[in-house]
């Protein structure tokens, strides 16, 4: 495919974009294929999920597991029609459903009545959602890393651990997808269009209002208006607040989402109270206490203090943020929480530019873990 009209710096972008999610997709598809028909499903080993949608071709099926049931439950039946689905599952209850936000299971149902099947239409979201995120993300690093560091970008986020969920019927792709494309547009002064994007972005994940401190740094950079100017940042947590006001006419509890992570995740107290939780009964890898997430922890925790000094303090904060609410609860799911934290990307872009060793090194560790995620999410089993 060329770009004639595009100035060569655009096609050469665009190239390796292109480059970067065909290589890294087209492995874990094939890594996924494998798997399901090679190793032992976790189905016996795994009773009780949920299982909503009826199995489709392989190629599809691999990207279906997990929360997925969850977002082709709501996308097909909504809310309140999730809740007559639920009532009759002994394991949760008739409000569980409002622990995943709106706007994906939207897309998936638009994306199925376009292309024929729920699944598909998830996947293409996710995808599609994908290539604009890392667009989006370049360009941010651009700004302050220049154009080496930007090109590394999508090879950073692909080749992630954790990056099969950005593939996945999940909601990660498209949240980062408008995580980057509120502070871009915050970058570029378009405060009002920025704000609406978080404000979505907020109808997508349930901690997307965090998205006003990256914007809000920007906003505050531009001093030549009045406190005024701040007043775009409303239609962030506005999403939240949209949301919250419908799980109390569906569900009778304004805050449903936040009793149903209690439910799920346990209590919160500070950022300590995973890593306590880890060692009342430590496993290699499980949902609360996993040695996996464990590790992945640490490894984020230590990037904090260089992201402090090297990234824009809006960056670092929402970052900081955004990794330590999981670690209130849970290891739970951390490894794929933290593709939320979009300038641990741009901070690891930017070694990959100026140190030759570095990028082979994170990609040599990341591209093996990722195979081995994708092959037991293919089958089944869970990773995050």
Same mark, same amino acid.
């Given at each position: 495919? @060329?770009?004639?009209?595009?100035?060569?710096?655009?096609?050469?972008?665009?190239?390796?974009?292109?480059?970067?999610?065909?290589? @890294?997709?087209?492995?874990?598809?094939?890594?996924?294929?494998?798997?399901?028909?090679?190793?032992?499903?976790?189905?016996?080993?795994?009773?009780?999920?949920?299982?909503?949608?009826?199995?489709?071709?392989?190629?599809?099926?691999?990207?279906?597991?997990?929360?997925? %049931?969850?977002?082709?439950?709501?996308?097909?039946?909504?809310?309140?029609?999730?809740?007559?689905?639920?009532?009759?599952?002994?394991?949760?209850?008739?409000?569980?459903?409002?622990?995943?936000?709106?706007?994906?299971?939207?897309?998936?149902?638009?994306?199925?009545?376009?292309?024929?099947?729920?699944?598909?239409?998830?996947?293409?979201?996710?995808?599609?959602?994908?290539?604009?995120?890392?667009?989006?993300?370049?360009?941010?690093?651009?700004?302050?890393?220049?154009?080496?560091?930007?090109?590394?970008?999508?090879?950073?986020?692909?080749?992630?651990?954790?990056?099969?969920?950005?593939?996945?019927?999940?909601?990660?792709? !498209?949240?980062?997808?408008?995580?980057?494309?509120?502070?871009?547009?915050?970058?570029?002064?378009?405060?009002?269009?920025?704000?609406?994007?978080?404000?979505?972005?907020?109808?997508?994940?349930?901690?997307?209002?965090? !998205?006003?401190?990256?914007?809000?740094? %920007?906003?505050?950079?531009?001093?030549?208006?009045?406190?005024?100017?701040?007043?775009?940042?409303?239609?962030?947590?506005?999403?939240?607040?949209?949301?919250?006001?419908?799980?109390?006419?569906?569900?009778?509890?304004?805050?449903?989402?936040?009793?149903?992570?209690?439910?799920?995740?346990?209590?919160?107290?500070?950022?300590?109270?995973?890593?306590?939780?880890?060692? %009342?009964?430590?496993?290699?890898?499980?949902?609360?206490?996993?040695?996996? %997430?464990?590790?992945?922890?640490?490894?984020?925790? &230590?990037?904090?203090?260089?992201?402090?000094?090297?990234?824009?303090?809006?960056?670092?904060?929402?970052?900081?943020? @955004?990794?330590?609410?999981?670690?209130?609860?849970?290891?739970?799911?951390?490894?794929?929480?933290?593709?939320? &934290?979009?300038?641990?990307?741009?901070?690891?872009?930017?070694?990959?530019?100026?140190?030759?060793?570095?990028?082979?090194?994170?990609?040599?560790?990341?591209?093996?873990?990722?195979?081995?995620?994708?092959?037991?999410?293919?089958?089944?089993?869970?990773?995050?």
């Amino acid at each position: 495919m @060329t770009f004639p009209h595009l100035p060569a710096s655009d096609r050469k972008e665009i190239g390796n974009l292109a480059l970067a999610w065909g290589t @890294t997709r087209a492995a874990l598809l094939l890594v996924g294929y494998l798997s399901l028909h090679l190793l032992p499903p976790a189905g016996p080993r795994m009773p009780g999920n949920l299982r909503w949608h009826p199995d489709r071709a392989p190629v599809l099926e691999i990207w279906a597991r997990w929360d997925a %049931e969850w977002y082709l439950l709501i996308a097909e039946r909504g809310y309140a029609g999730s809740r007559e689905v639920l009532r009759e599952l002994p394991r949760y209850r008739e409000e569980d459903a409002s622990g995943f936000f709106p706007l994906y299971p939207i897309a998936v149902r638009w994306a199925g009545a376009a292309l024929g099947d729920p699944v598909f239409g998830g996947i293409a979201v996710s995808n599609l959602c994908l290539l604009a995120a890392a667009w989006f993300l370049g360009r941010l690093v651009r700004e302050d890393h220049g154009e080496a560091a930007a090109r590394w970008v999508p090879w950073v986020l692909f080749a992630f651990p954790t990056s099969l969920f950005l593939s996945a019927v999940y909601s990660e792709s !498209l949240f980062l997808m408008l995580a980057t494309g509120s502070v871009w547009l915050a970058r570029e002064r378009r405060w009002w269009v920025a704000g609406a994007v978080g404000g979505l972005a907020a109808l997508c994940r349930p901690l997307g209002f965090l !998205l006003m401190v990256p914007v809000g740094w %920007e906003v505050a950079g531009d001093r030549g208006r009045g406190p005024l100017r701040f007043a775009p940042l409303a239609l962030i947590p506005a999403g939240t607040v949209a949301f919250l006001l419908h799980c109390r006419a569906t569900y009778g509890d304004f805050l449903a989402p936040l009793h149903r992570q209690d439910r799920w995740r346990g209590p919160g107290s500070g950022p300590w109270r995973a890593f306590l939780r880890f060692f %009342e009964d430590p496993q290699v890898h499980g949902s609360h206490q996993s040695g996996l %997430e464990l590790a992945a922890a640490f490894l984020v925790l &230590a990037a904090l203090p260089l992201m402090f000094r090297r990234l824009r303090p809006g960056d670092s904060v929402y970052a900081a943020l @955004t990794v330590a609410a999981p670690l209130c609860t849970s290891l739970w799911s951390f490894g794929r929480l933290t593709l939320a &934290a979009y300038p641990l990307f741009h901070l690891i872009a930017i070694p990959c530019a100026r140190r030759p060793w570095f990028a082979p090194a994170y990609l040599s560790l990341c591209l093996p873990l990722g195979a081995l995620f994708m092959s037991m999410f293919a089958s089944g089993w869970w990773v995050g």
